[in-house]
C-alpha cells in the first residue's frame, strides 16, 4: 500500500521557520516528481513546489520555501523560511508521474496520483 505520510507542521510566529517532511512508502518515487500543495481555510488547494530532476515554485513562496529530496529514504522536504500569516494552511505531500516539477506545478492538482492527508501549518502574527 503506497502511503505518503506529512510531518512538522506546527504554529510559528511571522518570520519563523518550519520544516516540512514528507515519507513515502510502498513503492519507489525515484521517476516520480513530488511536491507540496496547500489549502487555507475556506479556499481551494494551491500548488506551492514540486521538485523533478529540478525544482518549481508558486510565485507566493519563491525566495522564502526550498524543496528538497532524498531519493534514499523516499522522503521529500519543504524548508519554510520567512513564514507569514497568509502561509497559514494544511500543507498537502503529492507524488506523480511527471516528467517535469513544472509540470507538476501546471497541472494545479490534476493527475496527482498520490497525496497524503496534510499537516497544519498555522503562522501567527
Known amino acids: 500500500q503506497v502511503q505518503l505520510i506529512e510531518s512538522g507542521g506546527g504554529l510559528v510566529q511571522a518570520g519563523g521557520s518550519l520544516r516540512l517532511s514528507c515519507a513515502a512508502s510502498?513503492?519507489?518515487?525515484?521517476?516520480?516528481?513530488m511536491g507540496w500543495f496547500r489549502q487555507a481555510p475556506g479556499k481551494d488547494r494551491d500548488f506551492v513546489a514540486a521538485?523533478?530532476?529540478?525544482?518549481h515554485y508558486s510565485d507566493s513562496v519563491k525566495g522564502r520555501f526550498t524543496i528538497s529530496r532524498d531519493n534514499a529514504k523516499n522522503t521529500v522536504y519543504l524548508q519554510m523560511n520567512s513564514l507569514k500569516p497568509e502561509d497559514t494552511a494544511v500543507y498537502y505531500c503529492?507524488?506523480?508521474?511527471?516528467?517535469?516539477?513544472?509540470?507538476?506545478?501546471?497541472?494545479?492538482?490534476?493527475?496527482?496520483?498520490?497525496w497524503g492527508k496534510g499537516t497544519l501549518v498555522t503562522v501567527s502574527s
Open positions: 521538485i523533478s530532476g529540478s525544482t
Open positions: 503529492a507524488a506523480a508521474p511527471f516528467s517535469s516539477a513544472q509540470a507538476m506545478g501546471v497541472s494545479r492538482g490534476s493527475a496527482i496520483m498520490y
Open positions: 510502498g513503492r519507489t518515487f525515484v521517476n516520480y516528481a
